[in-house]
């Protein structure tokens, strides 16, 4: 997979995940043209890779500090996402 284009800023996750909410409104409703529904698309999946990188970074941080605490154990509704 191809990184998000460096044309934005680095967002925040709330603002990356605000942007792709209103994406995905976009996109629902049918008042787009095909090109403007494509642009919104691709910056959708975009988005959705920079907030899929931000939690796997979370994860593996908050794994971290659990081994530095002592607490390996993950209860089960709490288990890292996998790919």
Do not use: C, H
């Given at each position: 997979?191809?990184?998000?284009?460096?044309?934005?800023?680095?967002l925040?996750?709330?603002e990356?995940f605000?942007?792709?909410?209103?994406?995905t409104?976009d996109l629902?409703?049918?008042?787009l043209?095909?090109?403007?529904?494509?642009?919104k698309?691709?910056?959708?999946?975009?988005?959705?890779?920079?907030?899929?990188?931000k939690?796997?970074?979370?994860?593996?941080?908050v794994?971290?500090?659990r081994?530095?605490?002592?607490?390996?154990?993950i209860?089960?509704d709490?288990?890292?996402?996998?790919?």
């Amino acid at each position: 997979m191809t990184p998000p284009t460096p044309s934005k800023k680095q967002l925040s996750f709330s603002e990356a995940f605000a942007e792709l909410e209103k994406i995905t409104t976009d996109l629902e409703s049918d008042n787009l043209d095909l090109d403007k529904a494509i642009a919104k698309f691709e910056r959708g999946l975009e988005l959705s890779q920079q907030l899929k990188a931000k939690l796997k970074s979370v994860n593996q941080r908050v794994e971290k500090i659990r081994q530095k605490f002592g607490s390996t154990e993950i209860p089960e509704d709490e288990a890292p996402i996998e790919e």
